[in-house]
């Protein structure tokens, strides 16, 4: 009376647009991984040639040097990061992906920090440490602070670290800035570490401050004349 | 155990996905056995025919209602057309009283009772081999009667016939969305004929052999849903009830959210506690596909509603919660951001193609469903209309349903 055979059938056949729905899902997903890797490997370039080309002309090469590496990319990168971690999961590969992106901004921030002191760029720079590893709200609301604080002012840059990231880059920057992980989120602005959260208006009078600094230091600082 | 939610969540894709498929399987086995009969035909005999329409207050619909049962193609000294007013307290009295010179109607008047005690009324009265009802705001096709006795003609087991239901004259997009719903309906109704497999005669023109309540007993108020509950009976006495799709009824449809909202309560309702009524009738072998199939289908679809709208009501509120975290942390902030789509950020996660899958069965039954009644292929815009009204409100309706099972409260009948 009843037709197992066909109950069957409907079985392999419903398997199989399974199968095909996660084959579907895991093209993708690596097509988005390989877009990341493109990124990365863009923006590795464009950190290396600023570099050697920072190293090659010193001063003089100010105007090409800040052209070339402040683009939006490395913030899109960590947007697009976040929201694979998130929605592909956290893979070996997203995780690979994470340590390059980490390293790439320890690079931007040496980077940029040379540029703005020799350049008189108005920079502020602030290293923001959260954690994933538990449920960190005050991290949460931090980041949110972060966000709309560069919106506000495009000088400002922000390189955002996982605590619990496996890289010794990292690992280097905690040790040096003696950040715990019972005090995050962490902020390191000037030099200075800002341990638990910190609201739009506080850190909005230390960003100013900040700049107040770097335009003191730029004025008192003599010209450095390009080697002959 | 976010990973035993994903387990449920792709469970219930996995078995909304089955049901889906075995529809599919169904109709490929038997296309070539779905016959629509254009223009007229004669039987080799014509049994008599009882047809009772139970009234109450459809001053509105109940002459156009009789007078397509007066134009039906058949015999009239083999049809018998019982009018029975269920207490009614508007004009139906009056207006049926202009039908009582017909040889062919019989006018009966009771205290209001609902429309299983009307039925059982015109029960007790027949005399007839074959009997029916049909509900006082439904029109016949008049070749519909003739087509479904031709079904008994050819099949001497068959118990029951039931016809394609269509929306009558929509006006609105309520009424387009339901129409939509209706050309699915009877693709389903019709695979689940050729299963052996349906659980409900509708109301407008189902017509039985007398013997089936001979043999079960009259019908019962079977939690306001008495035409699902006599297919209940008579799948667990294993009645067979054929589907004939080229018989076509007509009946007005709930014109607001509120009324759709009230009808669908009271059809969930009904199928929620008739299959607890029925519940040994489950995985049972020898009651076919309507056991494991049929009625399966029907909890899996209101888990999966369930669920699918826990997981909603879950990521919006994540989503508030979100939004109130940055009001309270960064304050309000207008900025007039550019779209700019990126198919990065688009959702490419498994069930999202399973999601695609699914609704390529659905409109292929759609399709299919309004090629057997209006004999054309296609999909019309009005269509569209069916997909946000029933995603939207469908949930609330069925959660209401869950809830009234639960605590025993029973919904009214209008």
Not at chain 1, 179 to 184: A, F, H, M, N, V
């Given at each position: 009376m009843i037709d197992w055979k066909k109950y069957l059938i409907v079985f392999l056949i419903t398997v199989g647009l399974f199968l095909t729905a996660s084959y579907l899902s895991n093209y993708f997903g690596n097509k988005k991984i390989n877009q990341l890797k493109l990124i990365q490997d863009k923006i590795a370039i464009d950190i290396l040639s600023s570099e050697t080309q920072f190293s090659l002309l010193s001063e003089l090469s100010c105007k090409n040097v800040s052209g070339s590496v402040l683009s939006g990319e490395l913030d899109e990168l960590g947007r697009k990061l976040d929201w694979s971690q998130n929605n592909l999961g956290a893979t070996d590969e997203v995780s690979y992906l994470k340590k390059y992106y980490s390293l790439l901004q320890i690079k931007d921030y040496l980077l940029m920090k040379k540029v703005s002191a020799s350049c008189g760029e108005k920079f502020a720079f602030i290293l923001y440490f959260y954690t994933t590893k538990e449920n960190c709200s005050l991290c949460e609301k931090e980041g949110l602070v972060l966000t709309n604080l560069r919106n506000k002012y495009p000088e400002l840059r922000v390189y955002s670290f996982?605590?619990?990231?496996?890289?010794s880059a990292v690992k280097a920057m905690l040790a040096i800035y003696k950040?715990?992980?019972?005090?995050?989120p962490a902020l390191v602005l000037d030099d200075k570490l800002l341990t638990g959260f910190y609201s739009l208006e506080d850190l909005e009078l230390y960003i100013k401050e900040s700049f107040k600094l770097q335009e003191k230091k730029l004025e008192t600082r003599p010209l450095v004349k390009p080697a002959q | 155990m976010i990973s035993i939610l994903n387990i449920i969540f792709y469970l219930l894709v996995f078995l909304s996905v089955y049901v889906q498929v075995f529809f599919f399987v169904t109709f490929l086995e038997n296309r070539k056995k779905i016959i629509i009969r254009n223009g007229k035909f004669e039987l080799d005999h014509y049994p008599t025919v009882t047809i009772a329409v139970p009234i109450f207050n459809e001053e509105k619909t109940i002459y156009q209602t009789i007078c397509s049962l007066l134009n039906l193609n058949y015999p009239k000294d083999r049809i018998k057309i019982f009018l029975i007013d269920d207490g009614s307290t508007d004009e139906t009295r009056n207006i049926i009283s202009k039908f009582a010179q017909y040889p062919n109607i019989k006018i009966f008047h009771k205290a209001n009772g609902g429309k299983y005690t009307a039925l059982n009324l015109a029960l007790e009265h027949t005399e007839a081999d074959f009997f029916g009802g049909l509900d006082a705001d439904s029109f016949v096709d008049s070749e519909s009667l003739i087509r479904i006795m031709s079904c008994f003609e050819k099949d001497k087991s068959i118990m029951a016939v039931a016809p394609s239901v269509a929306v009558y004259n929509p006006r609105n997009f309520v009424q387009n969305a339901q129409k939509t719903e209706y050309y699915m309906g009877i693709y389903f109704k019709k695979m689940l004929g050729f299963l052996g497999a349906i659980n409900v005669t509708p109301g407008p023109l189902t017509i039985f052999r007398k013997k089936v309540f001979d043999d079960l007993g009259f019908y019962r108020r079977g939690h306001n849903t008495e035409d699902m509950e006599i297919a209940f009976r008579m799948q667990k006495n294993r009645y067979k009830i054929e589907h004939c799709n080229d018989a076509y009824v007509y009946t007005n449809t709930p014109t607001t959210l509120r009324k759709l909202y009230r009808q669908r309560l009271r059809w969930i309702f009904g199928f929620m506690n008739n299959t607890l009524d029925y519940k040994n009738v489950l995985f049972r072998k020898k009651y076919g596909d309507f056991s494991f199939f049929t009625l399966p289908m029907g909890i899996i679809s209101i888990a999966s509603v369930c669920y699918l709208f826990g997981r909603i009501v879950y990521s919006l509120g994540y989503f508030l919660y979100l939004k109130i975290l940055q009001l309270q942390t960064v304050g309000w902030h207008f900025t007039a951001q550019t779209y700019n789509f990126d198919f990065f950020f688009s959702n490419t996660q498994p069930f999202m193609f399973l999601v695609i899958f699914i609704y390529f069965f659905v409109i292929f039954s759609i399709i299919f469903g309004r090629r057997m009644i209006e004999g054309k292929w296609g999909f019309s815009l009005n269509m569209l209309y069916f997909f946000p009204i029933f995603s939207i409100v469908a949930p609330f309706w069925l959660l209401k349903s869950v809830y009234n099972t639960i605590f025993n409260r029973r919904p009214d009948w209008r």
């Open positions: 996982d605590y619990s990231i496996d890289l950040i715990k992980d019972t005090e995050l | -």
